[in-house]
């Protein structure tokens, strides 16, 4: 496309690309009325707090003391919903049960503990996924989680993290409850425990999913289950992208399918507002189930056939009866992303093809291409026009191609940040979405990822 053809391609293409753009940014805004701030009374004695913290907190009041799960991201959301509950319940609270380890679901714990020192119950696996990267070094993905979750972008490009309000830590807060007071007294040992604590009878049982010491809390008396992260109103996350440690989807979906089988009348998920009446919960957790089954079966029938992971996003399409179903939109966790750890957890990082085995450095690909596009000026004037008509991942890509040959250019910098923000503004993924304007402010204002928070 010649330059001069750019601005009525623009003109024709603004209207309905304006549209699509609101269109996304405004599903994501409307999301969040699922983690607006309240205290949902689930049933009889159980009350959960959602949009205080990132993550719920759940009171269920006993006889002669109460029991908290999971205690949400930060002291200060954690003392503020011990506050709520207090309105429902003076009495000490006797238990603390953590669905799983990850640092918004146990940070508050501080708040609960009162003068009597609680059980705080856990998966034998508690910390599992946090502890080979620790033990290994890894530290790059603080990074990509603070990309991931936009903790470095203003409030007004933050919209929300698809399940959760915005919130932006403290510097120095600790990942995880992994202080003296705070950490596991008790564990789950096996496949299923029943504890009675104040008067309630509960049963812990181990569900790998989102984690591998997740364990899901079904308080029969109530009829309540309380799913942890193997449940939130949002495609799940079946890989997320600031990187972790493989996810079996597989033992996803069968730890879904033991949660629908206690028939419950009401379910508690990690984040957003609590799904109540028993048809409805029986609905959700068989439509949730069936995804996460589908990815696994649909990706491993594609793997069988020899298809690689940039094929099989295509090859795995959810159905329509599921696509449809609002709390399996991608808010949170992509199904793509589902479809390349399905593949990448039985067969790692080789797709199969011999042409990847020992593929050229990014440099000498970059090199041949520029040579192929006639030159730096061509392969730069292509990536704008990419850029005019809003092509915005071929823009991203061609930038990368000149990048790959001189890190600091200008001109590919500037396309790249706005094209990854042109991407960032038609996604509905708060993750992705994040993701892409953090690493658009670090092109456009040359910070340094590894730098401090600003
Ligand atoms: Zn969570």
């Given at each position: 496309?010649?330059?001069?053809?750019?601005?009525?391609?623009?003109?024709?293409?603004?209207?309905?690309?304006?549209?699509?753009?609101?269109?996304a940014?405004?599903?994501?805004?409307?999301?969040?009325?699922?983690?607006?701030?309240?205290?949902?009374?689930?049933?009889?004695?159980?009350?959960?707090?959602?949009?205080?913290?990132?993550?719920?907190?759940?009171m269920?009041?006993?006889?002669?003391?109460?029991?908290?799960?999971?205690?949400?991201?930060?002291?200060?959301?954690?003392?503020?919903i011990?506050?709520?509950?207090?309105?429902?319940?003076?009495k000490?609270v006797?238990?603390?049960?953590?669905?799983?380890?990850?640092?918004?679901?146990?940070?508050?714990?501080?708040?609960?503990?009162?003068?009597?020192?609680?059980?705080?119950?856990?998966?034998?696996?508690?910390?599992?996924?946090?502890?080979?990267?620790?033990?290994?070094?890894?530290t790059?993905?603080?990074?990509?989680?603070?990309?991931?979750?936009?903790?470095?972008?203003?409030?007004?490009?933050?919209?929300?993290?698809?399940?959760?309000?915005?919130?932006?830590?403290?510097?120095?807060?600790?990942?995880?409850?992994?202080?003296?007071?705070?950490?596991?007294?008790?564990?789950?040992?096996?496949?299923?425990?029943?504890?009675?604590?104040?008067?309630?009878?509960?049963?812990?049982?181990?569900?790998?999913?989102?984690?591998?010491?997740?364990?899901?809390?079904?308080?029969?008396?109530?009829?309540?289950?309380?799913a942890?992260?193997?449940?939130?109103?949002?495609?799940?996350?079946?890989?997320?992208?600031?990187?972790?440690?493989?996810?079996?989807?597989?033992?996803?979906?069968?730890?879904?399918?033991?949660?629908?089988?206690?028939?419950?009348?009401?379910?508690?998920?990690?984040?957003?507002?609590?799904?109540?009446?028993?048809?409805?919960?029986?609905?959700?957790?068989?439509?949730?189930?069936?995804?996460?089954?589908?990815?696994?079966?649909?990706?491993?029938?594609?793997?069988?056939?020899?298809?690689?992971?940039?094929?099989?996003?295509?090859?795995?399409?959810?159905?329509?009866?599921?696509a449809?179903?609002?709390?399996?939109?991608?808010?949170y966790?992509?199904?793509?992303?589902?479809?390349?750890?399905?593949?990448?957890?039985?067969?790692?990082w080789?797709?199969?093809?011999?042409?990847?085995?020992?593929?050229?450095?990014?440099?000498?690909?970059?090199?041949?291409?520029?040579?192929?596009?006639?030159?730096?000026?061509?392969?730069?004037?292509?990536?704008?026009?990419?850029?005019?008509?809003?092509?915005?991942?071929?823009?991203?890509?061609?930038?990368?191609?000149?990048?790959?040959?001189?890190?600091?250019?200008?001109?590919?910098?500037?396309?790249?940040?706005?094209?990854?923000?042109?991407?960032?503004?038609?996604?509905?993924?708060?993750?992705?979405?994040?993701?892409?304007?953090?690493?658009?402010?670090?092109?456009?204002?040359?910070?340094?990822?590894?730098?401090?928070?600003?």
């Amino acid at each position: 496309m010649k330059p001069r053809c750019i601005p009525l391609a623009l003109f024709l293409l603004t209207p309905s690309l304006v549209a699509q753009e609101d269109g996304a940014t405004r599903r994501l805004t409307e999301q969040a009325r699922h983690f607006e701030e309240r205290v949902v009374h689930v049933t009889d004695n159980v009350f959960t707090a959602v949009g205080f913290s990132v993550s719920n907190v759940s009171m269920i009041v006993g006889e002669d003391g109460v029991v908290i799960i999971d205690t949400g991201m930060s002291l200060d959301d954690a003392q503020r919903i011990a506050a709520e509950f207090r309105k429902h319940s003076d009495k000490p609270v006797k238990a603390i049960v953590f669905t799983h380890s990850h640092g918004d679901h146990t940070g508050g714990t501080a708040a609960f503990l009162g003068d009597g020192r609680p059980e705080i119950w856990a998966h034998a696996n508690f910390g599992s996924e946090a502890r080979p990267l620790v033990e290994g070094g890894v530290t790059f993905q603080r990074v990509r989680g603070a990309r991931q979750a936009g903790f470095r972008l203003p409030p007004e490009e933050r919209i929300n993290n698809g399940i959760a309000p915005v919130r932006y830590p403290k510097r120095g807060a600790a990942a995880f409850a992994s202080d003296e007071e705070t950490k596991p007294t008790h564990f789950l040992e096996g496949e299923r425990q029943a504890i009675e604590v104040a008067g309630i009878e509960l049963e812990l049982v181990s569900s790998p999913g989102e984690t591998n010491d997740q364990l899901f809390v079904w308080y029969p008396a109530g009829r309540v289950l309380f799913a942890g992260d193997n449940f939130y109103r949002s495609f799940p996350n079946l890989y997320a992208i600031r990187g972790t440690p493989s996810r079996s989807v597989r033992l996803w979906a069968d730890s879904l399918g033991k949660l629908a089988e206690h028939g419950a009348d009401a379910l508690v998920g990690g984040h957003t507002d609590p799904v109540l009446g028993a048809s409805e919960v029986a609905q959700v957790l068989g439509d949730y189930r069936d995804a996460v089954r589908f990815v696994h079966d649909k990706t491993v029938e594609g793997m069988n056939k020899g298809l690689t992971p940039d094929e099989l996003v295509e090859y795995v399409q959810l159905p329509e009866r599921l696509a449809g179903k609002d709390y399996l939109q991608p808010f949170y966790g992509h199904p793509e992303w589902g479809v390349r750890s399905v593949f990448n957890g039985y067969l790692g990082w080789f797709d199969g093809n011999p042409t990847n085995l020992f593929r050229l450095s990014p440099k000498s690909e970059a090199e041949r291409v520029v040579k192929l596009a006639g030159g730096t000026a061509a392969l730069l004037e292509s990536a704008r026009a990419a850029l005019a008509t809003q092509d915005n991942q071929w823009a991203a890509q061609l930038a990368d191609y000149l990048l790959a040959i001189d890190k600091d250019d200008s001109d590919a910098k500037r396309i790249k940040a706005d094209a990854l923000t042109g991407l960032a503004r038609n996604m509905v993924n708060a993750t992705a979405r994040n993701y892409c304007l953090t690493v658009a402010r670090e092109l456009r204002e040359g910070t340094d990822p590894n730098g401090p928070p600003e």
